[in-house]
């Protein structure tokens, strides 16, 4: 898995690219073991799980950047629609020497962009009416530059597997106690009674653990790609400065919208340029996605001294 994709001219990352093995690999160890459980627990819906599991994860991958466009209210915008936003991508994807993802708008006024997908040929860049409101020409560039990283290097598949097991805990626990309600209301068997209630209690049990492994596996892997983004980004423009203007207008306009509209895109933080967070947040992020302003403006500018030297 290389961090700067087949065929592009991002800056390859040799610890984004390790962070990301790593990620996965304990991943796909959490994700066996929760299934074996719940196979375990569930011995006569083993099959369910099995298919619920297999299901979910498909679809969670497959079509990952349409089920993020739809949750977040975007849509694909074409370059009539949007001609300024479509040339810089396609300036940008020359230079990087990428194929060009498909292009989004939300209508939000919070300023903000993403990118999603499960490789470099079927993903999304998106940004809102807030950021396109916002931004001058060059800021915009930035932060586009910063999106297509994270297609170029991946790193938004693995986001999206990351995440998925959550998704999946979820799901499971609600099924789970949904049939060994129905079961513990319709049988009289003492044994399947205690069965069932024992299955009640560790299901949950387990699946908190596993949420909580994977959120703390997709929060560490987070910070660091977003700083393998603002690198990549700010290398290949050759404008650290106009990314770092964007950064600090964009955290500064974001602390200003009202708390009500951040919590709903709270939820979708770690795939944003800049985490939902109001200034009280913003001041205590032990848990946050992204690194703090200050670090990811100090990294620009000791980008932005190396290409003057």
Known sequence: MSASGPHTRFAPD???????????????????????????????????????????????????????????????????????????????????????????????DMPNAFATGRNPQNSVVCVTTGLLRRLEPEELEGVLAHELSHVAHRDVAVMTVAGFLGVLAGAITRIAL??????????????????????????PLVSMVVYAISFLLTRLLSRYRELAADRAAAQLTGRPSALASALTKVTGQIAAIPTQDLRKAQPYNAFYFAPALNAREAASQLMSTHPSLEQRLEQLAKISAELGR
């Open 178 to 203: 949904y049939s060994g309600m129905m079961s513990g209301g319709n049988n009289r068997n003492n044994n399947n009674d205690n069965s069932a209630a024992i299955a009640m209690i560790l299901i």
């Open 14 to 108: 040799r610890g984004l690219t390790g962070r990301m093995v790593t990620t996965m690999f304990l991943i796909g160890l959490l994700y066996v073991g929760f299934t074996g459980v719940l196979i375990v627990l569930l011995r006569g819906a083993w099959p369910l799980v099995v298919l619920l599991a297999g299901g979910l994860f498909v679809a969670q991958f497959w079509f990952s950047d349409k089920i993020t466009e739809r949750a977040m209210g975007a849509h694909e915008v074409t370059p009539e629609q949007y001609p300024q936003l479509h040339g810089t991508i396609d300036r940008l994807c020359a230079l990087a020497d990428m194929p060009k993802p498909r292009v989004a708008v939300a209508n939000n």
